[in-house]
């Protein structure tokens, strides 16, 4: 069974998604599962890690989700981390049937 996954520290989770609130819950989530939607904020509490490490661990570790959703209200933060999938996906690194979106969410 496949499951959605919420990185956000502040927003509300969708019902149909499991949040994880920290980097290293979602690294154990795409460890664990197969994973359909992946919904990524940038800016984290934990300022040491944020959405743009993530990113970068999933390329190097191979854990992706069939879609990926950067839904980060920064957007510097956001960009690079679409920016660096994308090329991830030219190079690849990514399987490019993997469809990468930005939708920014509102923090309210």
């Not at 994880?20 to 300022?47: Q, R």
């Amino acid at each position: 069974m496949k499951i959605n996954v919420f990185l956000d520290d502040y927003r509300t989770c969708p019902a149909d998604h499991v949040l994880a609130e920290t980097v290293e819950e979602c690294i154990t989530l795409l460890e664990k599962n197969s994973i359909d939607h992946l919904s990524l904020d940038h800016d984290l509490v934990n300022k040491t890690k944020n959405g743009l490490m993530l990113v970068h661990y999933m390329v190097k570790h191979k854990l992706y989700a069939e879609r990926i959703t950067i839904h980060s209200a920064n957007s510097v933060g956001s960009k690079a981390m679409y920016n660096y999938l994308k090329q991830a996906q030219l190079n690849l690194k990514m399987p490019s049937a993997i469809k990468v979106v930005q939708r920014p969410l509102p923090l309210n």
